[in-house]
Nanobody, 127 residues
Framework: EVQLVESGGGWVQTGGSLRLSCAAS????????IGWFRQAPGKEREGVSC????????YYADSLKGRFTISSDNAKNTVYLQMNSLEPEDTAVYYC????????????????????WGQGTQVTVSS
């Protein structure tokens, strides 16, 4: 059974940092990419970042302005999202999903079409 479990969310003030984790199991981790998505209250879900576990290629949404860094620990089947200089606009539930390939197009399609998401992890940034 494919499982992706998000953790690491919390409450921070503007300018703070958080590191999210996505622990994966039930599939061959190295064959896929992992993407992070988020959904803010009243807004559409959007793709944030993804990383290919086979070649390490990465994608970041333009809106992040270089504040987030995605990384992968293949030995632990875990992908991390380091979020720095957090802004109130980053407040959302963050989800991870397996995907292939790691491209903007794939992220956009998944954001629009997937209906059954995991529990996610809540990130709240106060001003």
């Amino acid at each position: 059974e494919v499982q992706l479990v998000e953790s690491g969310g919390g409450w921070v003030q503007t300018g703070g940092s958080l590191r999210l984790s996505c622990a994966a199991s039930g599939f061959t981790f190295d064959d896929y990419a992992i993407g992070w998505f988020r959904q803010a209250p009243g807004k559409e879900r959007e793709g944030v970042s993804c990383i290919s576990n086979s070649d390490g290629s990465k994608y970041y949404a333009d809106s992040l302005k270089g504040r987030f860094t995605i990384s992968s620990d293949n030995a632990k089947n875990t992908v991390y999202l380091q979020m720095n200089s957090l802004e109130p606009e980053d407040t959302a539930v963050y989800y991870c999903e397996s995907l292939f390939p790691c491209t903007r197009q794939t992220m956009d399609v998944m954001s629009a079409l997937i209906r059954n998401w995991g529990q996610g992890t809540q990130v709240t940034v106060s001003s």
